[in-house]
T-cell receptor, first 114, second 115 residues
Framework: AQKITQTQPGMFVQEKEAVTLDCTYDTSDPSYGLFWYKQPSSGEMIFLIY??????QNATEGRYSLNFQKARKSANLVISASQLGDSAMYFC???????????FGTGTRLQVFP | DVKVTQSSRYLVKRTGEKVFLECVQD?????MFWYRQDPGLGLRLIYFSYDVKMKEKGDIPEGYSVSREKKERFSLILESASTNQTSMYLC??????????????FGSGTQLSVL
């Protein structure tokens, strides 16, 4: 069975600094997709970034990038130049091939301080 | 702009009541999902529907049922609400998964309190 592990329940970072949010996964499928979502206090889930298991390069979207290490089964989210508005819950998720469902981790609460 | 709308942001119900959580999407998506979010447990899939009148159990279907009579609407039903169903409920939709990068679009959630 597939599983996502986020070991950091909470993280603090100072404004303008970079922060890495950890995500490891467990799957026996060779083909899968990895997603990161942000959930601010308003409750909505906002899609941030996607990494395919066969993608040769690490995904990047603006200030967000993925440190994807397939052999270690990790897909850490790196946020550069943190902003106060980055304070939120962050969820990592996996979509195995052959299913439309996403399996989520337990999340990391990030707090950015001035 | 694409939208998934959940009918209530906050809901308070009594133990034993029948509760309906409604979700509507305007993107003509085949797939719709109900997740439950609890602190320390993340998001867990309750039910998912891949077409009208089609449904599939998720990881925690006990105590819940669903209805999808129209493509745009997916309802979660708590037949007899219990206090352990107090939670944040998130609805999502997506196109069929031809590609692994198809993401889910979420509503803003319903915080349900069962007293």
């Amino acid at each position: 069975a597939q599983k996502i592990t986020q070991t950091q329940p909470g993280m603090f970072v100072q404004e303008k600094e970079a922060v890495t949010l950890d995500c490891t996964y467990d799957t026996s499928d060779p083909s899968y997709g990895l997603f990161w979502y942000k959930q601010p206090s308003s409750g909505e889930m906002i899609f941030l970034i996607y990494q395919g298991s066969y993608d040769q390069q690490n995904a990047t979207e603006g200030r967000y990038s993925l440190n994807f290490q397939k052999a270690r089964k990790s897909a850490n989210l790196v946020i550069s130049a943190s902003q106060l508005g980055d304070s939120a819950m962050y969820f990592c998720a996996i979509r195995p091939r052959g299913t439309d469902k996403l399996i989520f981790g337990t999340g990391t609460r990030l707090q950015v301080f001035p | 702009d694409v939208k998934v709308t959940q009918s209530s942001r906050y809901l308070v119900k009594r133990t034993g009541e029948k509760v309906f959580l409604e979700c509507v999407q305007d993107m003509d998506h085949e797939n719709m999902f109900w997740y439950r979010q609890d602190p320390g447990l993340g998001l867990r899939l309750i039910y998912f529907s891949y077409d009208v009148k089609m449904k599939e159990k998720g990881d925690i279907p006990e105590g819940y049922s669903v209805s999808r009579e129209k493509k745009e609407r997916f309802s979660l039903i708590l037949e007899s609400a219990s206090t352990n169903q107090t939670s944040m409920y998130l609805c999502a939709s997506s196109p069929p998964g031809q590609f692994l990068n198809e993401k889910l679009f979420f509503g803003s959630g319903t915080q349900l309190s069962v007293l």
